[in-house]
Each structure stands twice: as structure tokens, then as C-alpha cells.
């Protein structure tokens, strides 16, 4: 087995903590038999934080051994068939069950001190033996994933390779159509189609570019699934608009790719701001131009009835 993790390298490392950690309970199991302490080796964690007499809610021990409610509640259960632990109502508050040690369960605690003695001195020994402390390694690794899980890790190296499949391209009237049915997508999912919409939509050429602003079209693995505008304005004005990614191509950073790409354009042709118009119900769209940098303003009357937000980056 020792093999296949030479050949797929840390990749695997919670398979093969997988396997430490079967090879370590199997073992464990044995120690309890040596022992003559008749605990399953999962049922450690709560026996341990019972042995001191106290009886405890079963709240407080899932949050001390940091397992869910539901798997010490089935430990427990198992405990109480074997006889080693008694549940109770809490005294005050009869909703809360707590639990406690049998008389058999605390007769096998002289022994059990000595077992947890005895590990405790072999687990030093191994790890001064070792040239590094996987106690420290495991605690730090701990750490670093409550600051952010592997998913999350992973999810971002994936997002990252996968940027590599979007280029964005200058409009031609070859994707007319694809301009005109992403936005009109896009719109008709949250409001109705006002005439301003189609002026744009129907003839960006003559609308939008003739007039001294920009459209790009965001390909993923050369299909087009979103686009941008920048509409001039004059005195050096540009608005941000008709911004829309397909269904498809969602949570790929897209739309942000696109925003930032037009903010870029609308600085090299010289404009001071760029402003845009929307509406608060779309969240993450605002998140979006947040992220961007734009930030709310009280601007000129919209022509469009489902505005009731302006923002503007001032570049």
C-alpha cells in the first residue's frame, strides 16, 4: 500500500492518515484487552472526560471532543448497553440529558490509569524518536483548515486552472445575436424589457460602438457565454452596462473578469469615471461592483424604471 503513495505523493494525505489511523485503533484494541479494560477504542474521548466523576450533558462533551452531537449521542448508547455510563435529566433543567459512570464503569478506572500512563510514555517515546512531531504537524494542520478547508483550497486551484479556458475578445457583429440573447436572458429572469433595453440590444453596433464605446465577449473553451458594455457618455463618462453571464458559466469569476476588463478599457480611452445603474435585489451583482471598486452615488435620473441604484468608480 506504501507503494501507491509514493506515486500519487501528498495528494493523498488523508488516505493515508486514514490508514495511520486504522492501523493505530486496531492496535489500541489490543492494549485495551492487555489492559483488561473493557472499552471500544472510540469510546475513549467520552470515557475519559467522565472519569473524574462528574456527570455531563451531552452538549458539553460533543463540543470538548469536537465530534457532532449526533456521534456522541450514538456513543453514548452504546456505552449505556454495555453498562459503563447512566443518562439522567439535568438537575434545573429537565430538556438537557447529561450522563455518568456506572459502578461498573468506574471499576475499570485503576486500570485504566495505568493503561493512559503507559500510552502516554510510549506515544513520547515515538515521538522523540521521530524527526518530526506529527503531534505539532496534526495541530497546525488543524489549525490552517479552520482558517480555510481543503474544499475551499482545492475549489480555488480548480477555479484558478479553469480561468485558463475564458478569453474575453473585442465585440464583432458576428456575435450580435449572443450579445443581444445573453442580456435579453439575463433581463427577462428578473424584470421586464423596457425600450431602452432594446435600442441597445437590437443594434449595439450602431448604438454602442459608433458612438465611441465598447462591447466584450467572454468565450469559455470557445463558446461566448458573457459580455460587457461600455456606453460613452462624453466628458469623458462611461457606463458600465448590459453586463450579463450565462446560466452555464456562472461561478467561474466571469462576470468580475469582465468588469475589471472594461474598467481597464475605459481607463485606456480616457475616461475619468465609469458609472453604472442597477438594482439592490441583485446581491451579488452589487457585491460584484463593489469588489470592483464602485461605490453608491446619487446620480442623473435613470431611463431605465428597474434602476434604483447608481454607483461610480472614479478612475
Known amino acids: 500500500?506504501?507503494?501507491?503513495?509514493?506515486?500519487?505523493?501528498?495528494?493523498?494525505?488523508?488516505?493515508?492518515?486514514?490508514?495511520?489511523?486504522?492501523?493505530?485503533?486496531?492496535?489500541?484494541?489490543?492494549?485495551?484487552?492487555?489492559?483488561?479494560?473493557?472499552?471500544?477504542?472510540?469510546?475513549?474521548?467520552?470515557?475519559?472526560?467522565?472519569?473524574?466523576?462528574?456527570?455531563?450533558?451531552?452538549?458539553?462533551?460533543?463540543?470538548?471532543?469536537?465530534?457532532?452531537?449526533?456521534?456522541?449521542?450514538?456513543?453514548?448508547?452504546?456505552?449505556?448497553?454495555?453498562?459503563?455510563?447512566?443518562?439522567?435529566?439535568?438537575?434545573?433543567?429537565?430538556?438537557?440529558?447529561?450522563?455518568?459512570?456506572?459502578?461498573?464503569?468506574?471499576?475499570?478506572?485503576?486500570?485504566?490509569?495505568?493503561?493512559?500512563?503507559?500510552?502516554?510514555?510510549v506515544v513520547e517515546e515515538l515521538l522523540s524518536q521521530s524527526q518530526h512531531n506529527i503531534w505539532e504537524a496534526v495541530s497546525e494542520i488543524e489549525y490552517l483548515l479552520g482558517e480555510k478547508n481543503l474544499f475551499s483550497r482545492v475549489k480555488e486551484k480548480y477555479q484558478e486552472r479553469d480561468r485558463g479556458n475564458v478569453e474575453l475578445i473585442d465585440y464583432t457583429a458576428a456575435y450580435a445575436n449572443d450579445f443581444r440573447d445573453l442580456n435579453y436572458h439575463w433581463i427577462e429572469s428578473f424584470f421586464e424589457v423596457e425600450e431602452s433595453d432594446r435600442a441597445m440590444l437590437e443594434h449595439p453596433g450602431r448604438a454602442i460602438i459608433a458612438n465611441g464605446g465598447y462591447i466584450v465577449i467572454a468565450l469559455y473553451k470557445g463558446q461566448p457565454v458573457g459580455t460587457c458594455a461600455l456606453i460613452n457618455h462624453g466628458d469623458r463618462q462611461m457606463e458600465l452596462a448590459k453586463m450579463a453571464v450565462a446560466d452555464s458559466a456562472k461561478g467561474k469569476s466571469i462576470g468580475f473578469m469582465l468588469g475589471f476588463h472594461c474598467i481597464e478599457k475605459a481607463r485606456s480611452l480616457g475616461a475619468k469615471l465609469v458609472f453604472l445603474e442597477s438594482n439592490t435585489k441583485l446581491i451579488p451583482a452589487i457585491n460584484l461592483y463593489k469588489k470592483l471598486g464602485f461605490k453608491r452615488v446619487l446620480g442623473k435620473p435613470s431611463p431605465y424604471e428597474r434602476c434604483n441604484i447608481q454607483m461610480q468608480l472614479d478612475l
Open 1 to 121: 500500500m506504501l507503494e501507491i503513495y509514493q506515486q500519487t505523493g501528498k495528494m493523498a494525505l488523508g488516505s493515508r492518515l486514514k490508514q495511520l489511523s486504522e492501523a493505530l485503533a486496531e492496535q489500541a484494541a489490543k492494549v485495551y484487552k492487555l489492559y483488561e479494560v473493557e472499552l471500544d477504542p472510540k469510546w475513549f474521548p467520552v470515557f475519559y472526560l467522565l472519569k473524574s466523576g462528574a456527570c455531563l450533558p451531552i452538549t458539553v462533551i460533543a463540543e470538548a471532543i469536537g465530534h457532532s452531537h449526533a456521534s456522541v449521542s450514538k456513543i453514548a448508547k452504546e456505552m449505556t448497553r454495555a453498562g459503563l455510563i447512566v443518562s439522567e435529566r439535568f438537575e434545573g433543567d429537565a430538556r438537557i440529558n447529561q450522563v455518568c459512570l456506572t459502578e461498573k464503569g468506574r471499576s475499570l478506572l485503576p486500570q485504566f490509569e495505568y493503561q493512559i500512563a503507559d500510552m502516554e510514555s
